[in-house]
């Protein structure tokens, strides 16, 4: 974390939290108001495509290809699977429809770092000092870079030891961050590019399901194939047979239906280079969610109608391979889909690490990393190489350390546990913002019931964790409710790293901490936190 110069020229900063120095009142901003905000130096290179393929991207990631498996064995039955999945879209379309009016208010790249700091600006330092913490402590991308590996090993018949597994995950995040760090123009091409690749597998996944439902209604007169009358399917005497109504677990299915959708506001971490922000975030982000949303179901029927039940909940977290490869054998199923697959992890490790890296350069320009400076500079190749660094060792510490087994389950819990802390701290805000700027701008405004919406769920994800479920034992083979102490631990951390720094220390050492504003030879504008130290 920061540590403040021990300098003492000072300037007349502006409070923190008010990054936005565009004068958005109604009664007086001229047409055509900026859609960036001062303080970023990128260029405006990602057009409606680039946006809608960088949104898209990130959702469909391994989440329905991985997830799925889990989900089924929390909520037992097909028909409580389902629900999840329709009451986790609804969730999700609430806190995009917040993050949109957050984006369109203050459109410049940060996404909920902005958002925070400009509505919590007091107590001082702490809603940036979570976020800090929150970014580089949980801000890895370690999930996509398992599933890569596992299908990779899959769809060539390799049995990898734990080693094996663990260094091709860290190889493909290793390849993808010299790409981003080097070679921009480049690294969008192919993340575009596997993108497409990507919406052409879930496609061709939902397809399936429906050609499975046209054998079953039309059975007598289409060509039926012996996979689709091994499963008893979307009969209503079993939909919801061995439904597990347990809170605990569904909440942790929840979270991992959530996290499928994670990247639905993925635009908003990157809006200083997208063309027209304001118009294309209103346009982008519903659609990448009908996309998403589509896709995801007609998937997951294709899972339910075409894999036994009781195989998809020991699938793990290659459930998509087990679809391809009853519908297609072992040649195309088993090696060319699994294969596709972990291409398609490893775009979204690529759209992931793209928008992560710009976030975290956006914290260092503001001071709150150590090294801010080198941190903040876009050289020597114009690209966020600092963030890129303090994105890439978390996130290969998260995929060397722990053991293979339940890994990926406990990955997903862990970012989303304070993911909903931080969603109910930004739903919470949108609302103090409507009630202290009435007067602002908002091109987009989010509905108000979902907004409530949103901020119930949240706290009752929250508590969740803590009601014991059916046996004591969640969807992992350790104390149910770990994820949410790890989650908790992590912002009292930040709680605690906040009051040592901005309280304790300045005051045993007769100091003030302010902010200092400073141009670097790049023309990126950082914020150095310099010491005032009062007269003894």
């Known amino acids: 974390m920061a540590h403040p110069d021990e300098t003492q020229p000072l300037l007349d900063p502006s409070p923190r939290g008010h990054v936005d120095q565009v004068d958005l009142d109604s009664s007086r901003v001229p047409a055509g108001y900026p859609d960036t905000l001062p303080g970023a130096n990128h260029g405006k290179h990602l ?15 391994s989440g329905i290809f991985a997830t799925p498996g889990s989900i089924v064995k929390s909520a037992g039955s097909v028909g409580l699977t389902l629900l999840v999945w329709l009451v986790g879209t609804i969730l999700s379309a609430c806190g995009l429809a917040i993050s949109m009016e957050y984006g369109c208010m203050l459109p410049r790249s940060g996404g909920d770092k902005v958002y925070l700091e400009y509505t919590y600006p007091r107590p001082r330092f702490l809603a940036s000092t979570l976020i800090a913490v929150h970014a580089v402590v949980l801000g890895f991308t370690a999930s996509n870079c398992i599933i890569f590996a596992k299908y990779t090993f899959f769809a060539f018949s390799v049995a ?13 995040l290793t390849v993808i961050t010299i790409v981003h760090g080097r070679f921009l123009k480049t690294g969008i091409w ?19 399901g429906l050609w499975v439902i046209l054998l079953n209604i039309f059975g007598d007169t289409v060509q039926t194939a012996p996979v689709a009358r091994e499963n008893p399917g979307l009969a209503w005497e079993t939909l919801w047979e061995g439904s597990n109504w347990s ?57 339910l109608l075409v894999v036994p039940l009781d195989e998809i909940k020991n699938s793990g977290e290659l459930v998509g391979a087990l679809l391809f490869e009853r519908l297609f054998g072992d040649h195309i199923g088993k ?22 890296a710009r976030v975290n350069q956006e914290i260092a320009r ?39 087994q339940d890994v990926y389950n406990f990955i997903l819990d862990v970012e989303g546990y304070p993911g909903q802390i931080m969603a ?13 700027e009435p007067s602002r701008i908002r091109p987009f405004k989010a509905w108000l019931p979902a907004v409530w919406l949103r901020i119930a769920v949240c706290l009752a994800l929250l508590i969740a964790p803590f009601i014991p479920p059916p046996g004591w034992r969640g969807d992992v083979h350790f104390f149910y409710a770990t994820y949410a102490v790890v989650g908790i631990a992590v912002v009292l951390f930040g709680v605690g790293y906040w009051y040592v720094w901005t309280i304790l220390l300045p ?8 902010e200092e504003v400073e141009t670097l030879d790049d023309g990126t504008s950082i914020t150095r936190l310099v010491r005032l130290y009062s007269v003894r």
Request: glycine share 6%.
């Open 247 to 303: 809170w605990s677990l569904l909440s942790t299915s929840l979270f991992k239906v959530i996290y499928s959708y994670a990247g639905l506001s993925n635009i908003n971490n990157v809006l200083s280079e997208v063309q027209n922000p304001v118009r294309t975030i209103k346009t982008v982000c519903p659609s990448a969610l009908i996309t998403a949303g589509g896709l995801y179901l007609l998937a997951n029927l294709s899972y």
């Open 366 to 404: 503001q001071g709150f990393l150590p090294w801010s400076k080198l941190l903040s500079s876009s050289r020597p190749f114009g690209t966020p190489l600092g963030g890129l660094i303090v994105h890439y060792f978390p996130s290969v510490l998260v995929i060397a350390l722990p053991p293979q």
């Open 47 to 61: 057009s409606w495509t680039s946006a809608y393929i960088l949104v898209v991207s990130r959702v469909i990631g």
């Open 335 to 356: 090696t060319l889909f699994p294969l596709a697959i972990a291409l398609s992890a490893a775009g979204n490790v690529m759209v992931v690490t793209y928008a992560l």
């Open 190 to 208: 192919v993340q575009n590019a596997l993108g497409w690749i990507k919406i052409f597998l879930i496609a061709a996944m939902s397809l399936t």
């Open 507 to 514: 005051r045993w050492g007769r100091y003030k901490l302010e």
């Open 424 to 436: 109910l701290a930004v739903t919470v805000g949108l609302l103090i913002l409507r009630y202290k």
């Open 160 to 172: 990898p030891t734990e080693s094996q597994h663990k260094i091709l995950a860290v190889g493909l």
